[in-house]
């Protein structure tokens, strides 16, 4: 029996992008079982949009609404909790995806029934023309928790789980709650299989964006709780969190390092023209 997908979507004043996200969703060459797309006390047009996008979307496209700004990790749990699928496809209201990628990834799902999660490679910056896949000879790569541990993998547009895993994003993170997920996953049920095909379209980098991605501190201070909060439920030894610490703290200055360059070579260029 083919695996049924429920895909989830947070947005927060998203009037400009959640269509064109949406109909990424819609023109899949695996349908999904249904779009549930959280309204995180959108204060711009967002609400009407998505009111329209229900009326007219061939597949059920249910709405919820946040009455707080809650973010995106609390807002992916309330629409993971009222989905029926068997599994959970995120995507973010400002990304797209290839027209296979859930052909492609529920294809990992059925031939291996112990896979809790799968991901894939992205693309950022000009939107890519999609060029169709042969998704039957596609590289599935196995991550392991310590790969995990060097870098987050799978960027969260990219990612599919099984719904009856009991694990959520944590709420006491309002960053890096989508790695923190990763690292329990793959500490609990094993590797994560990855396919180095871009099959969504971001419109953030991972880090040094416009969206949360760009808060860069905070990214940094949650990578380090979330570690903290794996230590404590015995998912990661006393041995290994100091190192990991360590190389967390030299990411986040290579990474503010790096931004700051970029941000000095773009104002360049604008003042060039």
């Keep these: 029996m083919t695996l049924k997908v429920s895909v989830v979507i947070p947005v927060f004043n998203g009037d400009s992008t959640i269509v064109r996200a949406v109909e990424s969703v819609l023109t899949q060459t695996h349908p999904p079982f249904e779009i549930i797309v959280i309204n995180d006390a ?22 919820m609404t946040n009455s707080d700004n809650v973010g995106p990790g609390v807002s992916r749990n309330v629409g993971w909790s009222h989905a029926r699928g068997d599994l959970i496809a995120f995507l973010d209201a400002d990304d797209v995806w290839h027209p296979q990628k859930l052909e492609i990834q529920v294809q990992v799902f059925e031939s291996k029934p112990d896979v809790m999660m799968a991901c894939h490679d992205r693309t950022v910056g000009l939107r890519p023309t999609w060029q169709p896949i042969n998704g039957s000879v596609a590289r599935w790569q196995r991550l392991e928790f310590r790969q995990f541990l060097i870098r987050n993998r799978c ?34 049920y094993g590797p994560v299989y990855y396919v180095a095909e871009a099959l ?60 700051l360059v970029l941000k000095n070579r773009l104002q360049t260029v604008s003042e060039s023209r």
Aim: proline share 4%; net charge positive.
């Design 155 to 188: 960027a969260t547009p990219s990612v599919v789980v099984r719904r009856t895993i009991p694990e959520r994003f944590n709420t006491s993170l309002r960053f890096a709650e989508d790695f923190h997920l990763w690292l329990t996953l793959t500490s609990r």
């Design 42 to 63: 959108s204060t711009d047009d967002t609400a009407s949009v998505l009111e329209q996008l229900a009326q007219t979307s061939g597949i059920p496209l249910i709405v």
């Design 200 to 259: 969504v379209h971001c419109a953030n980098p991972s880090y040094g964006g416009n969206g949360l991605s760009g808060q860069l501190w905070l990214m940094y201070k949650s990578e380090i709780r979330g570690m903290l909060l794996l230590t404590k439920s015995n998912r990661l030894s006393l041995t290994l969190l100091l190192p990991v610490m360590m190389w967390s703290s030299l990411k986040f200055v290579v990474r503010l390092f790096d931004n």
